[in-house]
């Protein structure tokens, strides 16, 4: 759904909502307003710590304002650590790993929701029962197999194990088998699709919502993964978590320093967020389109 | 975007026209076809790779005793390691503690994330800045929300006990009794997790077809009434998508519990809310001892797959029921 | 000496300059020349070819922050050096452990902290460059303290592992105000002699907690855990037997520092808070204790903790009841497998020389990297140096006694792990009423979880 395929500027209309659903009541909004105050409250309250001192934040009565001295702590962040290299990198290390679960996922939850070929059960299980594995034991093999292949140090070492989640299978899986009638799949055989064909023009535009939600998932726990990238990785070729490492200096890191950078950290997803966050509301304007 | 998904999107489903009917999987009438194979190949061999090889070396390692500074010297005590675990104390303090803050924090998260998503459901102004907002706290770098979460919790000058004080309740030791402390680290884990489940929940509602709604509407049911009837049994699937999800994440909690005691892995002075993830986490990171961490690793998968299993089959009783 | 952690970075960066432009005026500062060490190394350097080493660094050495890259920038402009950085020492050596047992990823140089430097020792010796086999080995080891070198070497001293860069010598830190308010003594003589012993300076919190005029909720000292940690290292044996072995049963340290700590406890003069947790943080600023256990490093964190405004109402007194000993504290090790073992060998021998560790103690960034050199210790600029912040107390001659007088007890494997199952039970004896025995009952299985 791009710009490009009417060849003129999108006029923004307010379609009537896909779920046919009712205006919000004022208790809604009341209620939305405080799950969102309580969600985005402590991401505020790293921005105050992030512009005072511990000895302030310790204080009797301890502010609750950011001050002016952010942007200073911020560049201090800066000069610290490689906070900048450590964005680049887990802007692609995050891209990559979203861009490959969403795309291998969705091809593997279609088949096991849709297709029938032997052994699909068993492989579906198989699939879901790595998810009960805790997943830090297998650091250690893992870091020798990296070893071995010589990419211990370099950033397709985070992206490899992460390229693709059992749980996006399992959750593309469950969407497509309730979003996507079997009867449609049907109709498009008998119009003489092959599986590609169908899975592209049917069922892609249907879980593209789902598909958002997922890329938006997976690039969470992307960026915010930090136990193997910091096992992995060294300082010269962070992720922003393992840059984060460079923060703490001294036997009394200063905590607003720390969450200065924490917060530079940050606003890369925010922005993310906005972009996929306009990608999930598309998808509902395609299920609207039909009025 | 092609035109011809649009008007396949149009295509009234029948099936779901019966909502409370569980469509089994391979009721499509798709040809039985091996392109399947096709699809699922290029997960399973990076999945091979870097997922299923290390978790067969864990199985391996949790027959030796190894730790890591010494790691080339495995010696092999076969089933000694899970010896040690089942009669070990702190294995079922962990088991218990894993449990019960699973309990408080999984189900309350799940009933409020559906109604989140309900909520979120409605025509709103500014929706896409409210879905963005509730999935912050799993933005939240782990670090930050720790040290708001402590500030919150602090027994002697936090913000909880000053609330309670305030209302002349007593104050509660939010750190070292049990319960408190169990239902403090469950508030953490409900936080960071309740906006992800919502968008989860939101995507699902995004699959009903609306046409149901407009139906019922025009049957006079109440709002309620179209949320228990159309919305849950539409819902049906991504529901139990997050139910195995959580229940594995629950059995799976170390972070917050750690991050609770100043990232240490004791789960309080007492042990009082060690789980088992955290327990896996000290034995193999902390105390040095990988050998025993992985048999607690291949421990909690069979307790978490009886859990799913358990799960599972009281769905599809549940299902039976409603259909008889 | 100012010791002030919170002045501006500008500031900050300007003492770096003048710092390195002074090093770079007075020339090589490394004490001790190398020669190669199984590479094409020459002159004081290691080699004259352009050359980047990495170092690989956890969140408390301070080199960078007291100009020390820039210095050597200086001395060898052939060499370029890179940090490798990991903020929690835990979580370094996770992942040294973890690289030591692959053989790679390893940096040039690597430090090694106090709390692990017996695993290098008994485990990793091999896969280090040993010290006593450099060229002028005799020369450096004559430049350390001997308890220093001690404890990154084996039993029998043919191998050692690392060089010293700072050490932890402990004295006793306290709020000048709030004794006076209670109407104790306050000044540093006086209390040199009332805290000589640990009976002497638990009367003394007695004595404290029983004043009418106190601060209102305030305690005499921060936890149980300050005087147990402390005192443990002053028997024979703490942790571990005379091989190393961890052995906490038998040890006379373990034994009479846990009577020292439940008395202490039992006799409500502790606050009970948890070493190193938000709570204790803050309790700098706000009274909840008067005085603590204080190796150097710790001057630094109060400060940081408490901020200028208690400028002048901390203090040190030249004392550590029951005799001197040591907290804290690191080396730095060259892997064998290093590709730039000459240069990286030149490095830290550079770094561990007088000169720089001169400068680490003096440097007003600093955060109380007191020598392990003991000709640096000895050198006036640190003998000398006087503290803003603790009320001008002559810090460098307090720490620097206490230095020449320690002896350790040996170390193990797993000391961590043990004083952090000993100190988490002493919480449960100031906090929940949990009786000293049972208390240490629970320890000791806990213990055991981590020796197997």
């Keep these: ?291 | 975007m092609t035109l011809a998904s649009d008007t396949a999107l149009d295509a009234p489903s029948a099936a779901s026209g019966t909502p409370a009917r569980r469509r089994r999987r391979s009721a499509g009438g798709l040809p039985g076809s091996r392109v399947g194979y096709v699809y699922v190949l290029p997960f399973f061999l990076v999945f091979a790779a870097f997922s299923v090889y290390p978790w067969l070396d864990t199985a391996w390692v949790s027959l030796h005793d190894v730790r890591l500074s010494t790691y080339h010297h495995q010696t092999w005590i076969g089933l000694a390691n899970y010896r040690d675990l089942f009669t070990n104390p702190y294995f079922w303090n962990a088991f218990r503690n894993t449990f019960t803050i699973g309990v408080i924090s999984t189900i309350p998260q799940l009933v409020m994330a559906l109604g989140i998503a309900h909520l979120l459901n409605y025509r709103l102004r500014g929706r896409t800045f409210f879905r963005v907002a509730i999935l912050m706290p799993y933005a939240t770098s782990l670090a930050a929300a720790t040290v708001i979460f402590l500030e919150l919790f602090d027994t002697r000058l936090g913000l909880v006990n000053w609330a309670l004080h305030l209302v002349h309740l007593p104050t509660v030791d939010w750190q070292g009794s049990k319960w408190p402390a169990q239902v403090a680290v469950s508030t953490i884990i409900t936080w960071r997790w309740t906006g992800y489940n919502a968008l989860i929940y939101l995507a699902g509602m995004q699959a009903i077809d609306p046409s149901l709604y407009d139906a019922a509407a025009v049957d006079g049911a109440s709002r309620w009434r179209q949320f228990v009837h159309i919305t849950i049994p539409g819902l049906r699937p991504t529901i139990l998508f997050t139910i195995v999800v959580s229940t594995i994440g629950a059995a799976q909690i170390f972070g917050e519990p750690l991050l609770y005691h100043n990232g240490k892995a004791d789960g309080g002075t007492q042990g009082q809310y060690q789980t088992l993830g955290l327990l896996m986490y000290q034995q193999g990171w902390v105390n040095d001892r990988l050998g025993l961490a992985s048999a607690t690793a291949w421990t909690m998968f069979v307790i978490i797959l009886l859990a799913v299993v358990a799960n599972l089959l009281f769905a599809r009783w549940r299902t039976v029921r409603e259909l008889r | 000496m100012r010791l002030k952690s919170s002045g501006s970075r500008a500031g900050m960066s300007l003492l770096g300059v003048l710092t390195v432009a002074s090093l770079a005026i007075s020339g090589c500062g490394s004490s001790s020349s190398t020669a190669a060490n199984g590479g094409a190394g020459t002159g004081p350097c290691g080699t004259t070819a352009d050359t980047t080493l990495t170092v690989g660094l956890f969140g408390t050495m301070g080199f960078k922050e007291n100009g020390l890259w820039d210095a050597y920038h200086q001395v060898c402009p052939n060499i370029t050096i890179k940090e490798d950085d990991v903020e929690q020492s835990a979580d370094y050596w996770t992942r040294l452990k973890t690289r030591l047992a692959s053989g790679s990823g390893l940096d040039d140089v690597q430090g090694i902290e106090i709390g692990f430097v017996a695993d290098v020792v008994q485990n990793h010796a091999d896969q280090f460059v040993n010290w006593n086999s450099v060229p002028n080995a005799a020369a450096i080891k004559s430049e350390f303290f001997p308890f220093k070198w001690q404890l990154a070497s084996t039993t029998d001293g043919a191998k050692t592992v690392g060089l010293g860069t700072d050490t932890g010598p402990e004295a006793i830190c306290y709020r000048r105000d709030l004794l006076k308010k209670a109407g104790m003594p306050s000044d540093p003589k006086t209390l040199a002699s009332a805290w000589s012993t640990w009976n002497g300076f638990i009367d003394f919190g007695k004595q404290y907690e029983a004043s009418a005029t106190k601060q209102s909720g305030s305690h005499f000292v921060d936890s149980a855990a300050s005087i147990f940690s402390t005192a443990v290292y002053q028997g024979k044996n703490a942790y571990d037997d005379d091989q190393g072995q961890p052995d906490v049963a038998n040890s006379d340290g373990v034994k009479a520092a846990w009577g020292y700590a439940t008395t202490a406890a039992q006799a409500k003069i502790t606050a009970g808070l948890e070493q190193f947790s938000p709570t204790w943080n803050k309790a700098f600023s706000n009274g909840a204790f008067a005085a603590l256990a204080c190796p150097t490093w710790m001057m630094g964190y109060i400060q940081g903790q408490a901020g200028d405004s208690y400028a002048g109402k901390w203090e040190v007194a030249p004392v550590l009841p029951g005799g001197a000993t040591n907290w804290g504290g690191s080396w730095l090790g060259v892997p064998t497998a290093s590709k730039n073992k000459a240069a990286a060998i030149a490095l830290v021998e550079w770094l561990s020389a007088k000169k720089q560790q001169v400068t680490m103690w003096t440097s007003p960034n600093q955060g109380g990297h007191f020598p392990s050199n003991s000709e640096a210790a000895a050198d006036p600029a640190v003998s000398g140096a006087t503290s803003a912040y603790f009320s001008n107390a002559p810090v460098g001659k307090i720490f620097g006694d206490i230095a020449s007088q320690m002896k350790i007890p040996p170390i193990g494997l797993y000391d961590t792990q043990i004083q952090q199952a000993l100190t988490t039970q002493l919480t449960n004896v100031e906090t929940k009423g949990t009786s000293p025995d049972q208390a240490f009952q629970d320890a000791l299985s806990a213990i055991k979880q981590v020796t197997g």
Excluded at chain 1, 58 to 84: D, E, H, M, Q
Excluded at chain 1, 169 to 190: G, H, K, N, T
């Design chain 1, 1 to 291: 759904m791009t710009v490009a395929e009417t060849g003129q500027p999108r006029v923004r209309v307010k379609p009537p909502r896909d779920t046919g659903q009712h205006d919000a009541g004022w208790v809604t909004y009341l209620v939305i307003s405080l799950v969102t105050l309580g969600s985005v409250f402590p991401l505020y309250y790293t921005i105050v710590m992030a512009s005072h001192t511990n000895a302030e934040m310790s204080s009797a009565n301890p502010p609750w304002v950011p001050s002016t001295s952010l942007f200073s702590n911020i560049k201090a962040a800066l000069a610290i650590a490689p906070l900048n290299k450590g964005l680049l990198n887990s802007l692609v290390v995050s891209s990559v790993v979203t861009l490959g679960t969403v795309a291998l996922c969705t091809l593997a939850g279609f088949a096991f929701a849709k297709l029938r070929f032997r052994g699909s059960n068993l492989l579906l299980a198989i699939c879901i029962g790595t998810m009960m594995v805790p997943m830090q034991m297998g650091v250690i093999p893992l870091y020798m197999l990296m070893a071995r292949l010589g990419l211990a140090g370099h950033l397709s070492a985070v992206i490899l194990p992460t390229l693709v989640t059992a749980f996006g299978v399992f959750f593309m899986r469950q969407y497509i088998s309730s979003a996507v009638p079997d009867e449609l799949i049907e109709a498009a055989y008998i119009d003489g699709a092959g599986p590609f064909r169908v899975f592209w023009s049917v069922v892609v535009p249907a879980v593209r919502p789902a598909m958002a939600v997922l890329a938006m998932l997976t690039f969470l726990m992307s960026w915010n993964d930090f136990f193997w990238p910091i096992i992995v990785l060294s300082s010269q070729n962070p992720t922003v978590q393992v840059s984060f490492q460079s923060l703490a200096t001294g036997y009394a890191p200063q905590q607003s320093i720390i969450m200065a950078g924490t917060i530079y950290g940050t606003v890369p997803v925010l922005v993310v967020f906005a972009l996929l966050g306009r990608q999930i509301v598309g998808g509902i304007m395609q299920g609207a389109v039909k009025g």
